[in-house]
């Protein structure tokens, strides 16, 4: 079976809050200085749920993700885990794109890589968030898309899938191939070990430019974006925060005690 | 952008009734279709649907569309997806609606991948530009440590997901007038690829976090799944729900249902009791609508520490126990 | 003239010697079944540098050896071991001299050969004295790390026998040559003189039918146990085994893994017997069962499943069974970690190196623990939550403090103070190497920007590397994650270069040990100094004077990264001495016997395994037994141990955990 994961390199989602800058006109973030960049939390797992798969059935797990700088860093770190093969999707004409954008690039490059059976995708990215790439990529595919999975198995020739609902979960399955989005509840990614830790820092990763995949550049004219973010702002929540004291730490509990009693 | 007109809610449906979110959504969806002039229309999916028209349309809506069909009756990505696109086909509606539950999660990415629309998800804010009459959409971004407002300056329909209980929901006037219109395009079962084959209930013991008055969660800093028995304990006396961060779930300390954060759950109790956990943005973001928030941390630092109105600075295992015994002193008296 | 004949009242004595030489040649044999069974490891590099290797054996030899100079760290079993090594050194001497007079017939006689009875008798009763303690200790005190199994009963009871019944021989031999004719002489055997006065009674006929009986069973009991010892491998094979393992014992540093090549490795780490080096499998041979480590060890001590002894002898039974299954099929043996040792022995260890210090025969117990780790992380993806938490953020953020990113980064100490922070490419010749702990945690950032307002003060020119500052690599290396060891050691080297750094200040123990002894391995030659050393050695120059007088009690706790590992004892204490008014009182465990704070080993990140106390905790019940007012560490990990410590004793107001170049700082300050 050959498992397709597309994987996004974003700001670590840990920054501290206080250290949390925007650049307002541009609507872009400015990353602290020497905090850097990590692979998506939600992606890392849609990797770790494709080892997974491919512990179970063998075959064969490819990489790709879109994006500028040192994104190869991000597909290294899925071919450490055990991914086969990645692919960087890197073009000026790239940047910047709308869910819409990234779900047609990514598509692109997925019927170039071709013979696949299921494709991964986070639930949504850990920066914008936007959250719809996975469902607009199948549609474009014309595949089915199952979201919020926390559980993939192959069932004969289907792909059964654990999908989060609210008080539980439901258990659907779908014809391969398909696009299934992965939620952090699938479980722990795993740590780089074994065979796949050695070949991933040797592998090559190649960098595919919009010709290389066959995209057209109309497609992706940013004065057609289906979305636009006018403006981008840090919000600004302070409470004043009364802090409980006491000679020790189980004093301050009871003093906490007596103040909570009187709230609820 | 003439060609689409009015805004359109897709409701949801539980136990019978219209759901909490579709009444909030009824409420936004009125306000913004009065501000442009144009209709509210809502559409039902189901497999019967009774007088929820009706209700609908004491709630704010000018249309009803239901579509009745015995493969609604549970949510099915591919059904629905057909039925409401099949539907914003035809009527055109100019902005789109839905509740960012997880049936909205689904479905609103899909029906704006198959109609092209410009779609905001898990939305804070609604708003109309006065000057273009566009749709100003704000979400979170960066795990909550920024807000967006985004816009869709062409394509169509304008769609939004709406956080459950941010906008207040729409009030009741049985005498407002409607109109309930049947869907008459008959589904394509051909289409539906994804089956349903189980529905898995989890039960939750004692409250569920959403509709408990007092949840208290853990983080990292809690160390191991024995050491959460003190956050239960503390629930316990309290009568609340044990939450997590998405570290402590990741740890299997605490079920994965029991996430609060913007990945989770989004709780708004009377009380929120906040141990051991740092308060990365994306986790308050699913606390911040509570009354009170209480944070107990050894590192006084602590992001948390700035949206709480109380606090105690020191190792929460030395706090936890005395605030268990007094509190249940104080709620037995 | 006094003198005795050799094998009198006895015909074909010489047999004695043909029996001994074939139960030797046996007993060689053995030996060379078991260099067979150490033969299935891997090479190792310690047949090199033979000529250091034997200055260091000769030096080893008289200090350990002769002078028992671990063993005498517990006077009872110490003088227990001391008294039967003496006394087998004299028999075994005194034996060679009767065969060399017998065959070269040059007798001994006279006042020499009195002394030689003499000597010869008290060797005896050393061992009688030793054997009796061993048994007194083993059956009737039975201490907590001594574990007892057939083989102590067959070497004692068998030892005791031979020499009782030595002296017998030499008393009834006695009682016929010597009482009557020569009754001045018998004294000089006492041994056999006591014997000698209880059967004398007996007649001469029945004195050397005795006589002979009791030779021949003497003589065949101690053949016996020569090829006892032999064939079943006995503990007494200890007498070769441990000199053995001296000789090739490691001339580097404490703990210090050996590199994996990660593009060539077949394996990662031991994940099977022949996994490991023939120098680790002579360790577990080597191994007496002595229970020494066991006392030592502070996981054991805590309640921890964790022995190094039981350790040492689990990886022993899996070497024999693998011997045993010599085709190497994997599914026929049992996993190396799993059922003994298990899992949550391997991650009870800190590394602290208390095993290898009181190890008598020099076992090295962390390497072995770490390459097993490495195999459970590297090749199995096994490993404590926690474990995986800090590595995935070593990877991920390049520092093991998981969770605390959010609160602050790398380089905020930095701020609001007046430091050069080497821009890219900038050289300097002295840089300041802060590590993760002293730029991440709140408490030691304090100890950070002292050090900082020192070397200043000082007139030090050095540089930091501010947010460009990585981890070393060392929770990563002591989890067995040695891949991303490496690539942080090559980054890290790389950076030095970059920056034309000459000499690298640390005040974290760990990162001195790793870039220090570890770093040279990928091409990371610098000098390396700990910040205790340079204060020790500014205050010798008098660039820094320490005027100030701070009337404190203060106990120091030797970071095991800084003591053991690297022998910095006198630096930091000197520092302390040097400060007026100021009274340095050791805790009972300190030097290379100190106690682990629990923080090494990356422990400061990988939660302790359930045991009955915290190590932190017991380590804050030495301090409290000196009165000291202050606990003094030279260490980040010790100093987070220790503020948790009395956190949660709740003696803030008595005792305070500092580091000791705040405790430097308060001295310089003018009152």
Redesign the interface.
């Known amino acids: 079976m050959h498992t397709i994961v597309c994987v996004k390199q974003v700001p670590d989602p840990e920054i501290p809050p206080a250290k949390f800058k925007i650049d307002p006109e541009a609507k872009k973030v400015i990353p602290p200085p020497g905090v850097p960049p990590v692979i998506s939390v939600y992606d890392e797992r849609a990797v770790e749920a494709a080892c997974r798969l491919k512990d179970k059935h063998k075959g064969k797990i490819t990489v790709i993700s879109m994006g500028t700088g040192k994104v190869s860093d991000v597909v290294r770190h899925a071919l450490s885990m055990g991914a086969d093969e990645g692919f960087v999707l890197e073009d000026e004409a790239f940047e910047n794109l709308d869910s819409f954008g990234t779900a047609y690039v990514l598509g692109k490059a997925i019927q170039k890589i071709g013979g696949y059976d299921l494709v991964l995708c986070g639930r949504q990215a850990a920066d914008w968030g936007a959250g719809q790439v996975g469902s607009i990529l199948a549609e474009m595919l014309g595949i089915p898309v199952i979201t919020l999975a926390c559980g993939i198995e192959v069932v004969e020739k289907n792909i059964r899938v654990k999908r989060i609902v609210k008080d539980g979960y439901e258990v659907l399955e779908a014809p391969m191939p398909s696009v299934v989005t992965v939620s952090s509840e699938i479980g722990l990614p795993r740590l780089p070990a074994g065979m796949s830790l050695m070949l991933a820092r040797k592998k090559q990763i190649p960098v595919w430019k919009a010709k290389d995949i066959g995209a057209d550049l109309s497609e992706l004219d940013r004065t057609k974006a289906h979305t636009e973010i006018t403006g981008l702002s840090v919000p600004t929540r302070k409470t004043e925060c009364e802090i409980v004291t006491g000679n020790t730490p189980n004093e301050a509990a009871v003093n906490l005690a007596l103040k909570l009693s009187k709230l609820i | 952008m003439d060609t689409h007109k009015g805004v359109l809610v897709c409701g949801e449906m539980a136990e019978g009734r219209l759901a909490p979110i579709t009444i909030e959504l009824l409420g936004i969806g009125r306000k913004l279709s009065d501000q442009l002039g144009e209709t509210l229309s809502i559409l039902l999916m189901g497999s019967k649907t009774g007088s929820l028209g009706q209700e609908a349309i004491a709630y704010g809506a000018d249309k009803v569309y239901v579509a009745e069909d015995g493969l609604l009756d549970h949510y099915n990505s591919d059904a629905y997806t057909q039925v409401a696109a099949n539907l914003c086909l035809k009527v055109l509606p100019s902005i789109m609606l839905l509740g960012h539950t997880d049936i909205g999660c689904d479905l609103a990415p899909r029906l704006n991948g198959r109609l092209g629309g410009g779609l905001s998800m898990d939305c804070l804010s609604l708003s109309i530009d006065p000057t273009t009459q566009l749709l100003l959409a704000t979400r979170p971004v960066f795990g909550g440590n920024a807000h967006a407002t985004v816009v869709s300056r062409s394509a169509r329909p304008q769609m939004a997901t709406i956080r459950p209980k941010i906008v207040p929901p729409a009030v009741r006037n049985e005498s407002r007038q409607g109109e309930v219109i049947p869907v008459e395009d008959k589904l394509d079962p051909s289409a539906i690829k994804v089956k349903v084959v189980d529905r898995i209930k989890e039960e939750v013991e004692g409250v569920k976090l959403e509709d408990a008055e007092v949840v208290v969660s853990g983080g990292r800093g809690i160390g191991s799944a024995q050491n959460f028995g003190m956050l239960r304990e503390l629930a316990r006396v309290l009568g609340g729900a044990v939450g997590g961060t998405r570290p402590a779930c990741d740890e299997g300390w605490v079920p994965a249902s029991a996430q609060v954060g913007q990945s989770g759950k989004v709780v708004s109790p009377k009380l929120y009791i906040a141990v051991a956990l740092s308060g990365a943005m994306s986790h308050i973001a699913g606390c911040l609508g509570s009354k009170y928030i209480v944070a107990i941390n050894k590192d006084k630092e602590a992001n948390i520490f700035n949206v709480a109105h109380f606090g105690i600075v020191a190792d929460y295992k030395e706090v936890l126990p005395a605030l268990t015994a007094k509190l249940k002193e104080l709620l037995s008296a | 003239m006094a003198s005795r004949e050799v094998f009198w009242n006895i015909s074909y004595g010489y047999v004695v010697y043909l029996l001994a030489g074939l139960a030797i040649a046996i007993w060689l044999f053995s030996f060379y079944r078991r260099y067979q069974l150490w033969r299935q490891g891997r090479p190792d590099e310690r047949s090199q540098e033979i000529r250091k290797r034997i200055g260091i054996f000769i030096r080893t030899t008289i200090v350990d050896v002769f002078f028992h100079r671990k063993f005498l760290r517990n006077p009872f079993s110490g003088i227990m071991h001391l008294t039967i090594f003496w006394g087998f050194v004299v028999l075994l001497l005194a034996s060679a001299i009767d065969a060399v007079s017998y065959y070269s017939g040059l007798h001994l006689i006279g006042t020499p050969y009195l002394w030689f009875s003499l000597i010869v008798d008290l060797g005896g009763i050393l061992i009688l004295i030793g054997l009796i303690m061993a048994i007194y200790r083993r059956y009737v005190l039975r201490p907590k790390g001594l574990s007892t199994i057939l083989d102590d009963g067959i070497v004692l009871t068998s030892l005791v026998v031979i020499l009782i019944t030595g002296y017998m021989v030499e008393g009834l031999r006695q009682a016929v040559t010597e009482i009557k004719p020569h009754p001045d002489w018998a004294v000089w055997s006492p041994g056999g003189w006591v014997f000698a006065k209880i059967f004398i009674e007996m007649g001469q006929e029945g004195l050397r039918l005795w006589h002979k009986f009791l030779w021949w069973f003497h003589s065949a009991l101690t053949i016996g146990a020569i090829l006892y010892s032999g064939l079943a491998f006995s503990k007494l094979q200890h007498i070769i085994v441990s000199p053995l393992n001296i000789f090739f014992r490691s001339l580097g540093p404490v703990g210090t893994p050996a590199p994996i090549d ?2 060539k ?1 077949e394996t ?1 780490g031991v994940g099977s017997v022949r996994d490991f080096t023939w120098k680790q499998l002579l360790d577990l041979d080597a191994c007496t069962n002595c229970g020494r480590c066991e006392d030592a060890c502070p996981a054991w001590a805590t309640g921890k499943p964790l022995s190094p002894r039981k350790v040492v002898q689990d990886l022993k039974a899996h070497m024999l069974r693998a011997a045993d299954n010599p085709s190497n099929q994997p599914e026929s043996t049992p996993p190396l970690v799993g059922e003994a040792p298990g899992e949550s022995e391997i991650w009870s260890c800190t590394t602290c190196g208390a095993c290898q210090e009181t190890c008598p025969v020099y076992v090295e117990h962390i390497v072995k623990i770490i390459d097993l780790r490495r195999h459970l ?5 096994r ?1 404590p ?2 474990a ?2 800090m ?2 953020n070593m ?4 520092h093991p403090w ?2 605390l ?7 905020d100490w930095t701020s609001g103070q007046d430091l050069k922070i080497l821009a890219e490419g900038e050289s300097v010749n002295t840089l300041f190497w802060v590590g993760c702990t002293g730029a991440l945690v ?1 408490r030691n950032v304090k100890a950070t920007l002292s050090m900082t307002r020192v070397m200043k003060t000082a007139g030090i020119d050095f540089g930091v590397l ?3 500052e990585t981890c070393c690599g060392d929770p990563a290396r002591r989890a067995g ?1 040695e ?1 991303q060891f490496q690539i942080m050691a090559e980054q890290n080297i790389e950076m030095f270069k970059s920056h034309n750094v000459q000499e690298i200040i640390t005040s974290c123990p760990h990162c001195y040990h790793t870039i220090k002894n570890e770093y040279p391995k990928y091409g990371g030659d610098f000098k390396v100094l700990h910040y205790t050393q340079l204060i020790a050695d500014l205050i010798g120059q008098g660039r820094l004077k320490l005027t100030h007088e701070l009337s404190s009690i203060i106990t120091y706790q030797d970071p095991c990264y800084l003591g053991r590992y690297n022998g910095i004892y006198r630096e930091p204490r000197q520092v302390l001495q040097a400060i007026p008014k100021t009274r340095l009182r050791e805790m009972e465990r300190s030097r290379n016997m100190s106690f682990c704070c629990g923080g090494g080993g990356g422990h400061m990140w990988i ?1 302790e395994q359930p045991g009955t106390t915290k190590i932190n905790f017991m380590r804050i019940e030495d301090v409290l037994k000196t009165q000291a007012d202050t606990v003094v560490t030279a260490c980040p990990y010790c100093l987070q141990m220790f503020e948790e410590g009395i ?1 949660h004793k ?1 003696i803030q107001d008595s005792v305070k955990a500092r580091d000791l170049i705040e405790v430097v700082e308060a001295a310089m300050k003018q009152s």
């Open positions: 990660i593009e490795a990662l992380v590297m090749a199995q993806s490993m939550e926690t995986q938490l590595l995935r990877q991920s953020r390049g998981a969770g990113q959010s609160l602050r980064l790398r380089g709140e501010g947010e460009a994650y891949f939660e956190e709740g």
